[in-house]
């Protein structure tokens, strides 16, 4: 999340939507209130605007008019992105149970065990749109949206590529070497239309190949 007083916007940061390279960009813009935002970037607006005040010590009134500002993605694509994140050594330490193989991943995330409550990144995308009424840009057009977002704030920025935020990892780079795409697959197109119905049905993405 990010608010920015000068020029009147609030950026939400969706998980695993280019959200690290769109901050990198829009946090070099003078007006910028780090006091009024949550240490976790992946905050809901909803829990944004009900701890504004006591963060601020301001109404959350002075927010009237301000623009809030999201970059959503294909369900699916953002799925698999997020299973090879959870797999990089950082991640791993974390959650050990994670498992290699997508096909797994996707059927324990259709009835997920405790453990998985704490992965931000597979709540819907519209769970971080809930309570506004966004502009919304789109990590598949990522460059020309962001150039009709600085147009809209009337500044000049570069969005830098910062973790294969314009192309996702390849599986090879953890050491997996898949014989075929899982995306494919019926079981993950099936547990990410059910997961993600909401997200699919509002932003009119379709699975990979179709």
């Known amino acids: 999340m ?20 769109l901050r990198a960009a829009l946090d070099t813009l003078e007006g910028a209130d780090p ?5 976790t970037w992946h905050e809901t607006p909803l829990q944004f605007l009900d701890a ?16 809030f500002v999201a970059f959503v993605r294909n369900p699916w694509d953002r799925f698999g992105s997020l299973h090879r994140f959870l797999l990089s050594p950082r991640m791993r330490k974390r959650y050990p149970e994670v498992p290699e193989s997508l096909v797994d991943f996707a059927r324990m ?10 992965i931000r990144s597979l709540r819907p995308q519209c769970d971080y749109l809930e309570g506004i009424t966004p502009w ?7 460059d020309a949206d962001f150039a009709r977002l600085c147009e809209l704030l009337g500044v000049s920025l570069s ?4 973790k294969q935020t314009r192309k996702a ?5 953890f050491g997996i070497l898949p014989r075929r795409d ?7 197109r099936d547990a990410v239309a059910q997961l993600y119905a909401e997200d699919i049905a509002r932003f009119g993405y379709a699975p990979p190949g179709r």
């Open 52 to 67: 504004y005040a006591e963060r601020t010590g301001r109404p959350v009134a002075e927010l009237e008019g301000y623009r």
């Open 136 to 142: 919304t840009g789109r990590f598949e057009t990522l």
């Open 35 to 39: 006091a009024a935002v949550a240490k």
């Open 159 to 162: 969005l830098p590529a910062l």
């Open 2 to 21: 990010i608010v920015n007083h000068r020029h009147r916007f609030v950026f939400v940061h969706i998980p695993k939507t280019a959200g690290t390279s």
């Open 182 to 188: 899982p995306m494919h697959s019926a079981p993950v």
């Open 109 to 118: 995330a259709v009835a997920p065990p405790a453990w998985m409550s704490s």
């Open 169 to 173: 990892a390849p599986a090879r780079r």
